[in-house]
Structures are given as C-alpha cells and as structure tokens.
C-alpha cells in the first residue's frame, strides 16, 4: 500500500483561489466540495480533469476547482465535453449543470449525450428553479408554483430526468442530496469510475427563490431498493417513487461510445489520389 | 466550323432519367480526352421525381464559369423543363435534341430560335430494353463533341466493369446508337484538340476541395449536422479524417455541432465544421463563444439561396452580412471566401492556419455553385500554410490565459498541461480567465480580439488583383471566375480592365484596398444578393470611387460574363 498517494490529495487541492458567488446557504457549495472530494479520493492529477459548464448557478464551478475548465454558453455544456472528451479521451471530463440549462436549453443534448454514451460524468444541480435570472419555472418545477414569469404556476407538469436519462440509453443514474457531502462524494466518485455516461442528479436547494427546499435534508432518503441493471427496473421505482430516493439506481453495462481515429496515420498526399484522373 | 474556346452541353430530363449521371460521365470522358471542364447541376427540392439539368463546359484551359449560352441542350424528357428557361439559355446557334416522345418542346426553346432535331431516345430503349435513354444522350453528345469513341469504350468499361459484361456491353451499345443517332450532324463550334499537360489534373468537387484544404491546413476533429448544400465536405471528411489521425462525429443539431468542435480545439485539435445559412443561423451564439474565449474553430458555409430555408439546392451570396456582422457584441473574427473550385482547397487550408495563428474563429463563405460544381482542373499547389498554434508549457503563477501585450495572441494551455489548469470563457474576463463586469478589463481584452486580427501580416493572399485599368470591377467569391472572363473578353474589345477580389473580408484591409484602387476612376461592384449586401459591406470599410456602380441580383440565376461584359462596355462609352 501506498501510503505517500493517499496523503498526497485533499480536497483543497482541487480547489481555486476564487471565491465562490452563491447566495449564502446555496446547495451547490456543497457539491462543489462534495465534487473535490470525489476527485482527491480519485486522485487524478488536476491537469488531468476537465470541468465544463454552459450558463447558471450551478455553473460556475469549473472557475472554483483547479482543474482544466470551461464555462461556455447556455445549455452547450454536453456538446462541448464531447468535442473535448472525442479528442482527448485521456482527460477525466465532468459536466456541471443545472435543471434549466441540462433539461430545458440544453434538453436535446441532454437525450443525444445519454444515448452517445462517451466516457462522461453529468452532474446536474437540480433545485426546480431558476436562479440565476431570479426565480423562473426550470422543466422540473411543480405546476402551481407561482412565479413572476408564470403567475399561478406553470400549469406545466415536471419531467422526471433520470427516466428519461434511462430511456435515452445512460449507463449509470443516480441521485443524491447535496446535504449529504459524503454520500454525494462517494456517488461521484463511482459515477467518474462507471464506464460511458454517467448521470448524477444532486437534489441542489435554492435558499433564495425555493426557501421551501430547505426542507429537502428531512425528506430524502435512501433508495429502498438496491441499483440494478435492468433498465426497466430502474425506471419503474423512479416512475413511482416520491423524488427523495437517493443513491445509485442504476447501472448499466453499454460499451461507450468511442470514435474511430483509424489505426495508421498515411500521407496527405494519400488523400488526393482520389482526384487524379 | 468555328474554332471556339469552349463548347457548353446540358442535359435535361425528370428525376430519375440519369441526367446528371450523364453529366458527370461526359466530364469523366473529356477530362480523359484531354479537356478541362465544369459541371453544375441543377435539381429541384425533390429526392427522386422532379426535374434536373446537368451543365457541363468542357475547354482546352482551365473554367471557373460557365458560358452565357448552351451549344448543346439534349433533352431526355421536357417535363417541368420550363422551370430551366431562365437557367439554360439558348441561342439560334443552339443544337437541341428532343425526344419526340418526351413532351411537348418548352417555349424558351422555340423563342430562342434554337435548332430542334428529333431522335427517338424512348422508341430506341422500347426496342432495345437494356438501353437507357441517358447512355443514348451521352453517346449522342460524345460524339457531337468530337470524341474519338475509343474513349467512350474506355469510361464505360471502367465505371460499369463491376456490374459486369452485360451491363458495359448494353451500355456501350445505347452510347454507340446514340453516336450514330447524330452522325450526320454537326455542332456549329468545335474545341480544339486538347493537349494533355504534364503534370496529373484532378476531377474534384469545391466541398471535397474544402475538405482536403482543410485537412492540409491541420483539421483533426470535424462535428457535422447534415445540410445541402454543405453535407459534402462533412462526408468527404468522414472516412479521411480517420486515415490522418483525425475523427468526425455526428451532431444532434448545429447547437451541439458548433460547440463539438470548440469543446475539440479546446482539448487540442484544429476543429471544423460545415454548414449552410439555417444552420450558420444556430451556430453564432457558439461562434461568439469561441472568439471571446480564444479557440480557433473554422466553420464553412456553403451558401444557399435565403431567408429561412430558402432554395437549399442554389447559388446566392447573401449570407455576408450575417458572416460579418451576425455576431453578438464586438466579436471580430476572420471571414474568407474562394473564388473558385481550386481555391476552395487554398482558402480551407489559408482559413484554418489563420485561425490557429490568431485564436479565433474563420469563417469561409462557399456557395452552392462552388461547393457542388464538380471542375476539372490543375492539381493545386502546395501552399505552405499549417496551422501553428501558440501553445503554453511553462507558466508564471497563476497562469495568465489571456495575457495582453505582444501581438495579443496568449500562449493557450491545452488540457493535460501540468500548471497550466484555467477556465476558459464566454464571461468577460481577466487576464487569468477569471470573471470580471469591470469596465478597464471588459475593455482591455476587447482591445486584445481586435488587435491580435488587425495587426497580423495576411499577405497578398487576401485579395486577388489583376490588371491596371482605370476601369475596375469589385467581386468576390464564386463570381470571380465570371469577372475574370468579362474582364479578357473586354481586353480583345481595347478595354484595360481591374479586376479586385478579396479573399478575406474580415478583417479589412483599407490600407490594401486603398493601394488597389489607386488610380481606378469608374468602378463596377458585382455581386449575388437582392439587397446589394458587398457594396453596402465595401462603403462601410473603404474609400470607393465617386464613380461607382453596382451589378447586383439574386440568386438562383447566376451573374453572366456577359452580363458583366454589357456592363463594362456601357464604362467604356461613359
């Protein structure tokens, strides 16, 4: 046993010198630590580790950690790690987001990016609100919350995203409570481990617009049922349970996506045979 | 029999009749024989029915344009031919070949005075069921054309050898009665006899040209969300990236095509993608993005007619202002254009060092008629150009991403990079990359964008520039081809004419623009677009002429030599 690796990582170590900018009480606090947890447990190099990010909240975490880093466009975060992660399949590549950057803006990707199944880890901040514009309706947010943008509510009822994540072909789901920074931290890192495209749901209070999530650390729980498999299965519990099961629900064992960049490298001038008459 | 320098053949019929298979053999014969030559097709929105024309220019030299008129029309069918009044212009020198079976003759074809000459394609396939009546048409034209059949016997044994014996031989047959259909009759023009050079010529596509300039220039990673008229280069991509090193993949939509390729030059590889108008439309947030985080992308648009969805399968150039200006904030970019199937490569290959060198993203503007005319030609040269990124290893703590001074382009980390952790962007931002609303830094890196572009060394290469008139003629892209031939066909007339096309149209270039002008006293702007987008887009970047006039118009037609010739002759008497 090595033991100069084990002490050689802390959590602060993948961490920046900038502050972060949240409300005070914001979940996401906890998940960036619980995330830097996860990766000194992991003990990647930071240079190793690329965080992505598109537009929220929750979104700017790569600027808070110590890794390779980018904070692109609004619900981009997916297509971006995966142009990053095709070309460079030796980085350890996280996706942070939030519930309308991941499921709204960002929704197709969100599909495309289960289905493609790269060697990717998503985690998504969800609090049922937006918060960065101040309190809009997310696809997550119950039907009859009132808001400015929606008075009365919605109307709309929420989506469940990691059926949908099951449907779409992800090969590992889970969800978590950022309450719970261990918990979350060991989800992390198993979701990092799992080969193809992993999905982490952290139930991510927003104190400000969703003082009522305060509330979530009584009401979660852990899954009642072990993770399993079997697509279907996993589906099944998340469709009737009551949003609060956490823990690891499912994983799958797809073979991730990887793109063929072809096994020899020929001259450019190979290329051009083809047009010569 | 005149001696003409070229001789222009198109081939029309419904969906489905193999018109523009014929085309493509026809340009596979003479480019064997020894001629160069041009191949525009034309197609309706239809996948099979419909109507299409195949247009081929055969020469002893190199085309970049095709001709004012036909020489030859061979119509298989005339259904729906009357929608190619306009594109297929006739004269009363004009051979027409009709199926007397295949509907009735269009009015253009009788209001141009064009001789019509009768030849039983169907009736020849009824008795014959092997043949088809496009390999009848192809027969025909070879040998209206002057074709030793020698080389007809050659092209079909090589391109229907697979199908085996009896497919080459009722093939070689339908050409043969074709050739014999027209034994008796003569085109009034004639090509020289071509002269083989020494060097290999090429048969290639401008999109294809796209791709292997692209590739040349160092494109490693390319994302691809299909779309006409650019979906060639994305699949000429797709096999040849990977036999460099290289991978394309599949995008959901453009949204995740655009940032694919700027998440891809992040982690290290020149990156590009293709598209077209609509989907250059999704992909200018994702372009904003990666000029105000500094990652060099190359995106090309192979332009089609606008707004919306358009005419996807035709020419226009109206996309400049949304290439130029379509950006969000002060954003500045590159934005070039070819000028002609051969320079598709050059430009690909010129854009992606350019993007690499400066950290920014190039736009290359191509069109239909660039991007889908298939050309023969002269192998390109090898240009030198390879895109060169000004990458970090070593680094001061903490590591300055967007460090200012110098020529402004900052050493760039690529992931993996020991020290060399940051977060790269879209928030105004320091120096390190770290978010700012301050006023001094908001400032200060927007000074960096645009000084890093204003200050590089483009070369000559950013605009073609022929002639010393005091005449001139302003273009760009797929019309300089048109321009040039106007412009030697005004030389035989006495008339000395310039011929300015920029290559690069972001950014400008006034001092160069000014010393190409110098001297010019009347200027002639040509361009494809409704609302005369380049003379707008040159008023606002250059001194032009008090004597300046604009030949403008909409795609799908496109603009003529001679129609720029009539224009320059009205300079002339002026």
Redesign the interface.
């Known amino acids: 046993m090595n033991a100069e690796l084990k002490v050689a990582h802390k959590a602060s170590d993948y961490k920046s ?2 502050a972060p900018i949240w409300c005070p009480g914001c979940g996401d606090y906890h998940v960036l630590l619980s995330l830097t947890r996860a990766l000194a447990e992991l003990g990647l ?4 580790i ?3 990010s598109g537009i929220g909240c929750s979104s700017r975490i ?2 808070y950690t ?8 609004h ?2 975060a ?11 399949p ?2 350890t590549v996280i996706v942070t987001s939030g519930d309308g950057d991941g499921y709204s803006i960002g929704g ?2 969100f ?2 990016a289960c289905r493609r199944n790269l060697d990717l880890t998503l985690i998504v901040m969800d609090n049922h609100i937006y918060g960065m514009t101040k309190g809009q309706p997310s696809p997550t947010t119950e039907p009859d919350f009132d808001t400015a943008l929606t008075p009365g509510g919605s109307g709309l009822r929420p989506f469940n995203p990691l059926v949908i994540a099951l449907a779409s072909g992800a090969n590992f789901v889970a969800r978590a409570f950022s309450g719970n920074v261990s918990e979350t931290a060991s989800i992390i890192v198993d979701a990092i481990r799992h080969p193809g495209f992993s999905f982490v749901e952290v139930l991510s209070p927003c104190v400000t617009f969703r003082p009522d999530q305060k509330a979530w650390k009584n009401q979660v729980h852990p899954a009642p049922v072990a993770a399993t498999d079997d697509p279907a299965r996993a589906a099944r519990h998340l469709m009737s349970d009551d949003g609060f099961n956490v823990g690891v629900l499912y994983r799958g064992d797809r073979q991730p996506y990887r ?4 096994g020899t ?2 001259d ?1 001038a ?3 045979k083809e ?3 | 029999m005149a001696q003409a320098s070229s001789v222009s053949v198109a081939f029309l019929g419904s969906g489905g009749a193999g018109v523009i298979t014929t085309g493509g053999l026809l340009l596979e014969a003479a480019c064997s024989a020894g001629w160069y030559g041009l191949l525009t097709r034309s197609v309706g929105p239809q996948i099979r029915g419909g109507e299409a024309a195949a247009m081929l220019r055969l020469a002893a030299h190199p085309l970049d344009c095709h001709a004012d008129h036909f020489d030859l029309l061979i119509a298989v069918d005339w259904l729906n031919a009357q929608r190619f009044a306009l594109e297929i212009s006739l004269g009363p020198h004009t051979l027409v070949i009709s199926d007397p079976r295949g509907g009735e003759v269009p009015d253009f074809v009788a209001a141009a005075g064009a001789r019509v000459i009768e030849i039983p394609m169907k009736e020849m396939t009824k008795a014959t069921p092997e043949w088809r009546a496009n390999m009848i048409a192809l027969g025909a034209a070879a040998r209206l054309l002057g074709m030793r059949e020698g080389v007809m016997q050659e092209l079909i044994t090589r391109r229907f050898g697979a199908k085996g014996t009896t497919v080459v031989q009722a093939n070689l047959g339908a050409a043969q009665a074709g050739a014999k259909a027209v034994a008796n009759l003569e085109l009034p023009v004639r090509l020289p006899v071509p002269q083989a050079g020494p060097t290999k010529r090429w048969r290639i596509t401008g999109n294809e040209a796209i791709g292997l300039g692209a590739v040349r220039g160092g494109v490693r990673f390319a994302a691809a969300y299909p779309i006409t008229p650019a979906s060639e280069i994305l699949e000429w991509l797709a096999p040849n990236l990977p036999r460099v090193g290289g991978v394309l993949v599949q995008a959901e939509d453009e949204l995740a095509s655009i940032n694919m390729i700027i998440g891809g030059s992040y982690g290290g590889a020149p990156a590009l993608t293709a598209t077209s108008g609509p989907g250059l439309s999704l992909m200018i947030e994702g372009i904003g993005l990666a000029a105000a985080a500094e990652v060099p992308i190359v995106v090309v648009d192979v332009m089609r007619g606008g707004p919306s969805t358009g005419i996807p399968t035709k020419s226009e150039q109206a996309d400049l202002n949304i290439a130029v200006y379509g950006l969000h904030g002060d954003a500045p970019h590159i934005v070039v254009a070819p000028q002609s199937v051969s320079d598709c490569l050059f430009t690909a290959q010129w854009a992606t060092y350019l993007a690499e060198a400066l950290q920014v993203p190039a736009l290359v503007l191509s069109d239909q008629f660039l991007g889908q005319a298939q050309a023969a030609i002269e192998r390109p040269a090898d240009a030198a150009f390879v895109g060169q990124r000004l990458t970090a290893s070593e680094f001061a703590v903490p590591y300055q991403r967007y460090a200012l001074g110098g020529t402004d382009v900052s050493p760039m980390a690529i992931p993996g990079t020991r020290g060399g952790q940051y977060t790269a962007d879209g928030l105004t931002h320091t120096e390190r990359g770290t978010p700012t609303s301050a006023a001094t830094e908001h400032r200060a890196q927007l000074d960096k964008r645009d000084n890093k572009l204003k200050r590089f060394d483009y070369g000559d290469h950013w605009a073609t520039l022929q002639g010393r008139g005091k005449v001139a003629v302003l273009t760009w892209g797929s019309l300089t081809g048109a321009a040039q031939e106007a412009i030697s066909i005004a030389r035989a007339d006495g008339l000395e004419v310039r011929l300015i096309a920029p290559r690069l149209l972001s950014p400008a270039r006034p001092e160069q623009m000014a010393a190409a002008l110098a001297g010019v006293q009347r200027l002639l702007v040509i361009e494809q677009t409704h609302s005369a987008q380049f003379y707008r887009y040159l008023r606002a970047h250059y001194q032009l002429p008090s004597n300046t006039r604009v030949l403008h118009g909409a795609g799908p037609l496109p603009i003529r030599p001679g129609d720029i010739h009539r224009e320059l002759l009205a300079e002339k008497a002026a």
């Open positions: 010198d900038i190099p930071p240079e190793q690329a965080v992505i790569p600027a110590n890794c390779y880093g980018f904070h692109g466009v619900g981009r997916l297509p971006l790690a995966t142009g990053l992660k095709v070309v460079r030796d980085q197709n990707h599909l495309h793109p063929s960049f072809g490298t020929c450019l190979e290329l051009e047009f010569e008459i």
